[in-house]
């Protein structure tokens, strides 16, 4: 029979106290102990971010660009719509590369009679580099020539454009950097209000779902049935053109996209058990809409971000290619290479440039997303 103790019971009323032990009074209890620091989503995402070499490159390219972007413009003394018709189609000398040939100011020139080049009123003394290509048409010895063409053209020595020059003699350094940013800033602040649009709207669609939701996605696939294009420039030809009116007419559609991720990530955790124990609590929507269920979908926004910036710059690339661009004299990497490519032929420097640029930050954003979207998705966690 188990003896319990009760007031009653005498056997167990007269225990001396002395005899009971506190176990473990004077040790500490304590969960067991981490042996390394907790790692958040940020940082696991960072350091897998880190992981990705080509992403990390990406990144640097990209710094590198906008770095030049803001600076580059005042890197010499040049301003952006400075003219020199004494300066025209010069091609690119960089001082540091001439000494080993590369960008050294020279330039062919075809179909030259060889008894003509110790003239040194037409070919000033040492502006020839070399000779080539010699033949003999019709009984005169002809050939062609490479020279240097700011001694050729009578330029003083202290005198350099390191991307040469364009019809009106503007530096196109300055004006490429110059464009560069007209570029970013019109691809960055288009893709920021696309965003928060998308945000807004997706978030209010997936949250309440049911009336609003049909409602509100019908009004998307209205808007996102009319061609893309056809309304772009429509809207340009309306408003007018200029930066304002581009990152206008870059935002019209380019949100839908952001409101179809953001609604179906809402569906996702709408019902998790968190949201439903808030709600119980009596929280109000916007902040369940905005603090409990958005900062789930961060890494989705940052990588669709990441992504649109090149699209962005490629759409206002084409529109001033085809003639809806920014305002002259005003620059952007789509105006250069739509007036490169009048005089390709002739002057090649002049669409290289800008092609190498807006290829760059194209492979590079897309390589960066890449990268962002891998670091962002969660079933990647820890690993």
Same mark, same amino acid.
């Not at 032990?21 to 040790?27: G, M, P």
């Not at 020199?84 to 091609?91: F, G, H, Q, S």
């Not at 030809?237 to 991720?261: D, E, H, K």
């Given at each position: 029979?188990?003896?319990?103790?009760?007031?009653?019971?005498?056997?167990?009323?007269?225990?001396?106290?002395?005899?009971?032990?506190?176990?473990?009074?004077?040790?500490?209890?304590?969960?067991?102990?981490?042996?390394?620091?907790?790692?958040?989503?940020?940082?696991?995402?960072?350091?897998?971010?880190?992981?990705?070499?080509?992403?990390?490159?990406?990144?640097?390219?990209?710094?590198?660009?906008?770095?030049?972007?803001?600076?580059?413009?005042?890197?010499?003394?040049?301003?952006?719509?400075?003219?020199?018709?004494?300066? @025209? *189609?010069?091609? %690119?000398?960089?001082? +540091?590369?001439?000494?080993?040939?590369? &960008?050294? =100011?020279?330039?062919? $020139?075809?179909?030259?009679?060889?008894?003509?080049?110790?003239?040194?009123?037409?070919?000033?003394?040492?502006?020839?580099?070399?000779?080539?290509?010699?033949?003999?048409?019709?009984?005169?010895?002809?050939?062609?020539?490479?020279?240097?063409?700011?001694?050729?053209?009578?330029?003083?020595?202290?005198?350099?454009?390191?991307?040469?020059?364009?019809?009106?003699?503007?530096?196109?350094?300055?004006?490429?950097?110059?464009?560069?940013?007209?570029?970013?800033?019109?691809?960055?602040?288009?893709?920021?209000?696309?965003?928060?649009?998308?945000?807004?709207?997706?978030?209010?669609?997936?949250?309440?779902?049911?009336?609003?939701?049909?409602?509100?996605?019908?009004?998307?696939?209205? @808007? *996102?049935?009319? %061609?893309?294009?056809? +309304?772009?420039?429509?809207?340009?030809? &309306?408003? =007018?053109?200029?930066? $304002?009116?581009?990152?206008?007419?870059?935002?019209?559609?380019?949100?839908?996209?952001?409101?179809?991720?953001?609604?179906?990530?809402?569906?996702?955790?709408?019902?998790?058990?968190?949201?439903?124990?808030?709600?119980?609590?009596?929280?109000?929507?916007?902040?369940?809409?905005?603090?409990?269920?958005?900062?789930?979908?961060?890494?989705?926004?940052?990588?669709?971000?990441?992504?649109?910036?090149?699209?962005?710059?490629?759409?206002?690339?084409?529109?001033?290619?085809?003639?809806?661009?920014?305002?002259?004299?005003?620059?952007?990497?789509?105006?250069?290479?739509?007036?490169?490519?009048?005089?390709?032929?002739?002057?090649?420097?002049?669409?290289?440039?800008?092609?190498?640029? @807006?290829?760059?930050?194209?492979?590079?954003?897309?390589?960066?997303?890449?990268?962002?979207?891998?670091?962002?998705?969660?079933?990647?966690?820890?690993?």
């Amino acid at each position: 029979m188990l003896n319990v103790y009760t007031p009653d019971n005498e056997k167990y009323n007269n225990i001396d106290k002395s005899k009971f032990v506190l176990v473990q009074a004077e040790k500490e209890i304590h969960d067991a102990k981490f042996e390394t620091k907790a790692v958040g989503f940020f940082k696991d995402a960072a350091m897998r971010f880190i992981r990705s070499k080509i992403s990390v490159v990406a990144l640097i390219g990209i710094l590198f660009i906008l770095f030049l972007a803001i600076f580059g413009p005042g890197m010499n003394e040049y301003g952006y719509n400075d003219q020199n018709l004494d300066y @025209i *189609n010069l091609p %690119p000398k960089i001082p +540091v590369l001439a000494e080993y040939g590369i &960008f050294d =100011g020279g330039r062919v $020139l075809q179909n030259r009679r060889v008894d003509g080049l110790d003239d040194t009123s037409r070919y000033p003394e040492g502006c020839i580099l070399r000779v080539f290509n010699e033949r003999e048409v019709k009984g005169v010895k002809m050939c062609d020539i490479e020279v240097d063409y700011y001694k050729y053209a009578g330029i003083p020595e202290d005198v350099v454009f390191w991307f040469g020059s364009d019809y009106l003699g503007r530096d196109l350094w300055t004006r490429m950097w110059r464009g560069a940013r007209v570029s970013l800033f019109i691809a960055f602040i288009s893709v920021f209000v696309n965003v928060f649009i998308g945000i807004v709207y997706g978030a209010v669609a997936g949250y309440y779902g049911g009336k609003t939701d049909m409602i509100m996605m019908r009004i998307t696939e209205i @808007i *996102n049935a009319m %061609p893309q294009l056809v +309304v772009v420039t429509l809207f340009i030809l &309306f408003f =007018g053109t200029g930066i $304002l009116s581009i990152i206008l007419a870059l935002v019209v559609q380019n949100w839908i996209g952001t409101a179809r991720m953001i609604r179906a990530q809402f569906y996702r955790f709408k019902g998790s058990e968190y949201v439903l124990a808030s709600r119980t609590l009596g929280v109000k929507d916007r902040v369940l809409i905005f603090r409990h269920i958005l900062p789930n979908s961060i890494g989705p926004i940052i990588t669709r971000a990441m992504m649109a910036i090149p699209g962005a710059i490629f759409t206002e690339s084409f529109l001033a290619y085809i003639g809806l661009g920014i305002r002259a004299p005003e620059s952007s990497i789509g105006v250069l290479l739509s007036q490169g490519q009048k005089v390709m032929q002739q002057y090649p420097n002049q669409v290289l440039f800008p092609a190498i640029m @807006i290829s760059i930050l194209m492979i590079s954003f897309n390589m960066l997303s890449n990268g962002l979207r891998d670091a962002f998705d969660p079933t990647q966690r820890g690993a």
